[in-house]
């Protein structure tokens, strides 16, 4: 941890109680313990030989838990919610062990108070695929821990008002005690923070979810935050590639783009990505968005090689996990069918599909396409190696 978080940590607890500025010292004492353990090159290819076919698929798809009960059925996000779909039953075990997914991403709806999502989050470790588990937990209006009464949590206004400080320890102080308490929890992931750079007013989905409109101010809150998720034992995502600040429509509902030219992007939305790329970011989150005068195309960036391999991988360098965003958002689902979506991201790039509205269609599809040789084995294989690399860092 650097000198400078550790100073700032300390003037905000230099007037508490001698017992929690020992509980203070002891934490920060034990802090790195908690930090996940690289796996070996060797480790991870034993692991991936003794895999079949379909448990390396399963590894590259993460879902909500209602994907792994096959009894409920949905159309619109609304239904979900009187669900409250909050442990695992007896559906969730079978459908797990046909179709072995690599993570399970929780919602506002499946998390009531603090004892039953320490025992939903154990239940779900225990499925046979051991999944890891995911939440969206970025502070302020997106955080389905934190605006629940029943937490004893502190809540962030906003990513924006922390980046209207100027001052990154803020964001750090942010990352490190939203991943103190999602480890408290069970969790091993959050996707946060969001890299996006806020710079069209008009925009409906980021606002001030992003810290600045400014990249230079944004792109040391974006690591700060991340260290900060570290240091408390949690895995963060930058999203969403190549950057959803300069849109107006909302991907969840249909179709958004971002008209800016690569270079252009260059000089704002590349400036936190980089940074977080620089850090070392395992896992950055796609945006649905077209970029069509990068593209050429109106191809959501989820499924554009384009940007996910020229761009992405080889002008930026990045070597980590890709993840989608849910592909079950309308931006996907009214042009694509599970399966094509599914198909199509892997062969654009990315590592893991998330959230897609049919599971077992989309499961079904990366097998096929294997079997027939659309996609080949050994690109799954480069997948699964970055999967497992970062799961068997947190055994």
């Given at each position: 941890m650097e000198i400078i978080n550790l100073v700032f940590l300390a003037?905000?607890?230099?007037?508490l109680s001698p017992v929690i500025m020992l509980v203070f010292t002891l934490l920060l004492s034990s802090?790195?313990?908690d930090d996940p353990t690289p796996a070996s090159p060797d480790e991870v290819e034993m692991t991936l030989k003794q895999m079949t076919l379909?448990?390396?698929i399963g590894q590259m798809f993460f879902v909500r838990p209602e994907t792994l009960d096959t009894t409920i059925h949905w159309k619109e996000y609304a239904e979900l919610m009187p669900l409250e779909l909050q442990e695992v039953n007896d559906c969730?075990?079978?459908v797990d062990a046909k179709y072995p997914v690599g993570g399970v991403i929780l919602f506002a709806w499946n998390i009531k108070d603090e004892s039953q999502l320490v025992q939903f989050t154990s239940q779900i470790k225990a499925l046979k695929s051991k999944p890891l588990l995911c939440i969206d937990e970025e502070g302020g209006r997106v955080a389905r821990i934190a605006n629940n009464d029943r937490f004893p949590v502190k809540k962030f206004e906003s990513m924006a008002a922390i980046g209207a400080t100027g001052e990154p320890q803020e964001a750090y102080y942010c990352g490190n005690t939203i991943g103190s308490y999602l480890k408290k929890y069970?969790?091993?992931?959050?996707?946060a923070p969001v890299a996006d750079v806020n710079t069209n007013p008009e925009n409906v989905v980021i606002g001030a979810r992003a810290f600045s409109d400014d990249p230079a101010v944004a792109a040391p809150m974006v690591v700060n935050y991340l260290q900060g998720l570290k240091d408390a034992g949690i895995t963060g995502c930058i999203k969403h590639f190549p950057g959803h600040g300069d849109t107006k429509a909302d991907t969840h509902f249909g179709y958004a783009s971002?008209?800016?030219?690569w270079k252009e992007m260059?000089?704002?939305?590349?400036v936190t990505f980089k940074a977080g790329i620089q850090w070392g970011s395992q896992i950055i989150m796609t945006a649905h968005i077209g970029a069509p005068n990068v593209t050429g195309s109106d191809v959501p960036s989820t499924l554009s090689p384009i940007i996910l391999q020229d761009k992405l991988r080889g002008e930026l360098g990045y070597q980590n996990i890709i993840i989608t965003d849910a592909m079950e958002m309308g931006a996907i689902t009214q042009q694509y069918s599970s399966a094509e979506a599914a198909v199509g991201s892997i062969q654009a790039g990315v590592d893991i599909v998330l959230c897609p509205k049919n599971m077992t269609e989309a499961f079904e599809a990366v097998v096929k396409a294997v079997e027939q040789g659309t996609i080949t084995e050994a690109r799954i294989n480069e997948s699964v190696r970055r999967i497992l690399k970062l799961k068997m860092s947190y055994q």
């Open positions: 003037k905000r607890v230099a007037k802090c790195k313990d379909r448990e390396k969730m075990k079978k069970g969790f091993d992931i959050d996707f971002s008209q800016k030219t260059l000089q704002c939305e590349m």
